[in-house]
């Protein structure tokens, strides 16, 4: 099993609807976080979570939500989604600095 | 504000060659550099992690330096193959202390040709 699990892969919702991003991981760290990508702009950080009572905005955190459900739980809520949040979506984990961030493979949203 | 510049945006070579990629960051006070590879609409593999008290890491054909004082860090590959093909990124913590959050370059597209 991956160390940080994200579902669903692949997911086209349409402009209005509430979708949640799920994330997991098996690597024990208290830190995780959730990262967009889009073409000829890099990764953002749109929240992150040092434990499961900390939560904080990242730079681009409008439109999206999340909630820390555990150590290992990390979701991410687009609560009305619309077309200019089509990107790709990582989360990822780390410990306090000693061995880097942890990846997950990502998840494909579209909104139409 | 930290920034992080990689340079080029887009390498080509033919198999075989050696390269380097190259990462600049503004705020010299980091405590540790990371590169990753990511291969078209996949996700950030970690390849190299360097400590700020580290001069460089090998891993294979791959060599990664920082010179913190100047704010530079660079990826040595080795012996290039078509199968290193993809995007390469350099990320460093926002900030220094225990904020440890990433900002990352926008990457290098490396494409290796047979």
Redesign the interface.
Known sequence: DADVTQTPRNRITKTGKRIMLECSQTKGHD?M?WYRQDP????R?IY?SFDVKDINK?EISDGYSVSRQAQAKFSLSLESAIPNQTA?Y?C?T?D???????????T?LTVV | KQEVTQIPAALSVPEGENLVLNCSFTDSAI??L?W?RQDP??????LL?I?SSQREQTSGRLNASLDKSSGRSTLYIAASQPGDSATY?C?V?VSGG?N????????TLLTVNP
Request: no cysteine; charged share 10%.
């Open positions: 830190r976080y000829g702009l890099g990764l950080l992150y990242g790709l990582f990822a780390s306090a600095g000693r061995y880097g961030y942890t990846f997950g493979s990502g494909r | 405590y540790n990371q990753f609409g996949k996700g950030l593999t970690s992690l400590q990124l990320a913590p225990s440890y959050k990433l900002t990352f370059g926008k990457g």
